[in-house]
């Protein structure tokens, strides 16, 4: 017990008044710095480098986001990350959604099991899952490609799935569902019609985690890809010599695609009436 | 009839996904361990000889670079619990009605690749780059200051990126804790400083246990902040670009694999260790 220090007590109003701007400061400083490289990002996707060398400012263009479209290196590699991004989340949204029913829905032995496979996957440092997965490949002899890629984002994608499903499951109202039956409606009937709708944001939410978490993979990627080229693969392979200015457009794109995506998230819930609540942003944690 | 289709449902619900992680996490770690007790070369191929040798072999040899890992992460996490502890209380405790626009500020800069963020970095903090090129410039650093490559350098790229995974539980854990409690604390003639370390603190203490391990987990196994912000200089290495470098450059696969399990067993220790030592039953909150 150190003794109560009076001063604080009779503090100055000008003391007081610093001491309320000094978290708000660190906050808004805070905020600054975590989007410098972003910044950074989206102001060299106007420069115009002299060579490859995309280090200093030399002057504005827009010629960098005309010129993407005619290079092939670098929008093979996206699409590459594109379809598998989609193939995997729509697997991954579907395996996981019902490995979430199940949990919240059943009781059956060996739930421990089942939690404890879908938490390590999600907790394990990446680079154990990617060299595993490397190990598994090299063992059976398989050649390393699309295929394998596709399989390990499937896998690390599951748990995410589940738990931002269940998270949505947990809070479910089942009365809806007992009205549905006692209207005559069947269990099919009762899932399509009243449960699947119900969870739907969450299902939705899970699958942009997913392909947000996909699109941006490199380590797991990196021990499954073999000579495929990914996005991520791609980006770090060129940037010994600098980051081409194409790069950052393409970043700079996506950055602006995951701000509508999440300003419809946001509109939709508005709409719907729903307050977010504050562990929703959770599940958008990105490795 | 009808039961035993409820007694079936759940395992059928649970068998695609359960079966794909079976087959892709549980298997590929038994085939690690097993590659690990291998003997052999990429060329003539490896042979299963329970060489259990491997282990102290490559603890002896690498023992060091775990150490800087687990300095690196430590450091790395200290550093994202006192930058993030203010950010995640100042957002649940004035946020207002700001409160989840600030959160989806905190994490939007996450939304753009890694690998992009980390190379932007790498270009700010360059020795002649925008930042200690104008410091120079200047005359506020010498001219031979360089940041890149230096273990701060690696520590200030892993806090950068792994914040969001720090600020998130400690926001949750924040927010739900009842502000009349630390009225109370006050009432009865606390200072703020003691109403905060005795209330608020410790009732958010879930929220820095789930955040420092979420931080520190992914921490000690990056290789990517090492080779980029550290610009592979092998003084600042840690273990993931030894494990990285052996299973993709030099195919010693035995000893990449031993290197990957001392790591899963090193966080698994360190994980229990720490969980006890907060105490389990505070993790519940």
């Known amino acids: 017990m150190t003794p109560v220090p009076t001063a604080i007590h009779h503090a100055t109003p000008l003391r007081e008044r610093l001491s309320r701007l000094l978290l708000p400061s660190f ?51 996206m ?22 029913l199940a949990l919240t829905r059943y009781r059956f032995a060996g739930t421990a099991v089942v939690n404890l496979l879908i938490f390590i996957p999600m907790t394990a440092p990446e680079i154990i899952l990617g060299a595993s997965l490397l190990t598994l490949w090299v063992s059976m002899g398989v050649e390393r490609g699309f ?70 993979d490199y380590v797991i990627t990196l021990f499954s890809a073999g000579r495929t080229l990914t996005f991520p693969l791609w980006v770090f392979g060129v940037s010994r010599l600098g980051i081409p200015p194409e790069v950052n457009v393409l970043g700079t794109l996506i950055f602006v695609v995951a701000i509508v995506g999440i300003g419809f998230q946001i509109w939709g819930q508005r709409r719907g009436g729903r307050s977010t609540d504050g562990a929703e942003p959770i599940t958008m944690v990105v490795r | 009839m009808r039961s035993l289709r409820r007694g079936l449902t759940p395992l059928l619900l649970l068998l695609p996904g359960g079966s794909w992680l079976i087959a892709f996490f549980a298997v590929p770690m038994a085939f690690m361990l097993l590659l690990s007790l291998q003997q052999g070369t990429f060329d003539t ?28 992460a430590l ?30 500020v905190v994490v939007l800069p996450f939304f753009v690749s890694f690998v992009i963020r980390t190379l932007n970095w790498r270009m700010i903090l360059a020795d002649n780059g925008m930042l200690f090129g104008f410091l120079k410039s200047v005359g506020i650093l010498r001219p031979d200051f360089h940041f890149l490559a230096t273990p701060a350098s690696v520590v200030f790229g892993l806090t950068y990126n792994f914040l969001p995974f720090m600020i998130l539980p400690l926001y949750v854990a924040i927010e739900k804790i009842d502000r009349r409690l630390i009225e109370a604390a006050t009432d009865l003639y606390a200072s703020r400083a003691q109403a905060f370390w005795r209330v608020t603190f410790v009732l958010s203490l879930p929220g820095v246990v789930a955040g420092s391990l979420l931080t520190f987990i992914p921490t000690v196994g990056d290789f990517i902040t090492a080779e980029v912000i550290g610009a592979g200089n092998p003084e600042v290495f840690m273990v993931g670009n030894i494990i990285q470098r052996k299973f993709l450059d030099s195919l010693d696969y035995p000893a990449a694999a031993a290197l990957s399990f001392v790591l899963v067993a090193a966080v698994m220790v360190l994980v229990i260790v720490y969980t006890r030592l907060i105490g389990s039953d505070r993790l519940s909150g």
């Open chain 1, 79 to 100: 699409i590459v990350s594109l379809g598998i991004a989609a193939i995997s989340t729509v697997v991954a949204t579907i395996f996981g959604t019902m490995i979430a």
């Open chain 2, 45 to 72: 191929g490896y042979h299963l000889t329970w060489n259990f040798g491997i282990y102290p072999q490559v603890i002896g040899k690498y023992w060091a670079l775990f150490l800087r890992s687990a300095s690196f």
């Open chain 1, 27 to 77: 906050t808004g400083l805070l905020l600054l710095f975590l989007f410098a490289p972003i910044g950074v990002m989206i102001a060299f996707s106007f420069n115009n480098p002299l060579g490859r060398q995309n280090i200093t400012w030399q002057g504005f263009t827009l010629g960098n986001y005309v010129s993407l479209w005619g290079r092939s290196d670098i929008t093979d590699p």
């Open chain 1, 147 to 216: 295929l394998t890629i596709l399989v390990a984002h499937v896998m690390f994608n599951i748990s995410f799935v589940v738990v931002t499903v269940r998270a949505r499951l947990v809070g479910f109202n089942r009365s809806l569902e007992e009205a549905g039956m006692d209207l005559y409606a069947d269990g099919r009937t009762v899932f399509w019609k009243v449960t699947l709708p119900l969870i739907f944001p969450g299902i939705l939410s899970a699958a942009l985690l997913a392909f947000a978490l996909s699109i941006d």
């Open chain 2, 75 to 104: 450091m790395a996490t200290a550093l994202t619990l006192a930058i993030g502890y203010p950010v995640a209380y100042t957002i649940a405790f004035h946020g207002g009605r700001l409160k989840n626009a600030l959160l989806l």
